[in-house]
């Protein structure tokens, strides 16, 4: 031990001689590349002489072999984790701005189509009678229901369903017209 600490040259000769078998043992548990292999080892030396002069080696807790393989196992556990986490990026928080619920209001995509939709709509109900755009206006744009539709118009309940049926059947098929039509130019 006196010989390693003082890095006496035939001292670390006969430990390398007598330990490279157990050492390349570890490293096999870990990596099969050779070049990667070989790279541990000398890891390994450095990390086990540098542990060994910070008098890391108590001879009354075990053998100096038991102590060597442990603290190679143990470094190449670490250096393995170390280059996995090399592999996985961290994730940064980015910051307590973050709204307590997500946006509600329509993106960009949806404000579209519902523009379009809108002027699909507006056209067909120009093409509407006067009295069925007035009744399907009354209850679906200002939402009256049909009792206040019937009264505004001056007509029954009853008629006032019928009417209203008539108007919604009229404007979906104004609907389907125009969209066959928009289908046969695209």
Same mark, same amino acid.
């Given at each position: 031990?006196?010989?390693?600490?003082?890095?006496?040259?035939? *001292? #670390?000769?006969?430990? +390398?001689?007598?330990?490279?078998? +157990?050492?390349?043992?570890?490293?096999?548990?870990?990596?099969? =590349? !050779?070049? $990667?292999?070989?790279?541990? /080892?000398?890891?390994?030396?450095?990390?086990?002489?540098?542990?060994? =002069?910070?008098?890391?080696?108590?001879?009354?807790?075990?053998?100096?072999?038991?102590? @060597? /393989?442990?603290?190679?196992?143990?470094?190449?556990? =670490?250096?393995?984790?170390?280059?996995?986490?090399?592999?996985?990026?961290?994730?940064?928080?980015?910051?307590?701005?973050?709204?307590?619920?997500?946006?509600?209001?329509?993106?960009?995509?949806?404000? *579209?189509? &519902?523009?379009?939709?809108?002027?699909?709509?507006?056209?067909?109900?120009? =093409?509407?009678?006067? $009295?069925?755009?007035?009744? @399907?206006?009354?209850?679906? #744009?200002?939402?009256?229901? +049909?009792?206040?539709?019937?009264? $505004?118009?001056?007509?029954? %309940? $009853?008629?006032?369903?019928?009417?209203?049926?008539? !108007?919604?059947?009229? +404007?979906?098929?104004?609907? %389907? %017209?125009?969209?066959?039509?928009? &289908? !046969?130019? !695209?």
């Amino acid at each position: 031990m006196e010989g390693l600490r003082a890095r006496d040259e035939r *001292a #670390v000769e006969e430990f +390398l001689a007598r330990y490279k078998s +157990l050492l390349h043992h570890c490293i096999g548990q870990f990596t099969h =590349d !050779a070049t $990667e292999r070989e790279d541990l /080892y000398q890891d390994l030396v450095i990390h086990v002489l540098d542990r060994l =002069d910070r008098d890391a080696f108590d001879p009354e807790k075990g053998g100096f072999g038991t102590w @060597l /393989y442990r603290v190679s196992w143990c470094r190449c556990v =670490d250096l393995r984790r170390r280059a996995g986490a090399r592999r996985r990026p961290k994730l940064t928080p980015v910051g307590e701005d973050l709204p307590d619920q997500p946006d509600e209001s329509p993106s960009p995509v949806e404000l *579209a189509g &519902e523009q379009e939709l809108t002027g699909v709509v507006r056209s067909a109900l120009g =093409d509407l009678e006067p $009295e069925e755009r007035m009744l @399907l206006e009354l209850r679906f #744009v200002e939402g009256k229901t +049909l009792q206040d539709v019937g009264e $505004e118009l001056g007509i029954s %309940l $009853e008629q006032t369903k019928y009417r209203l049926r008539r !108007a919604t059947v009229a +404007l979906r098929k104004r609907l %389907l %017209l125009l969209h066959v039509a928009e &289908e !046969a130019l !695209a």
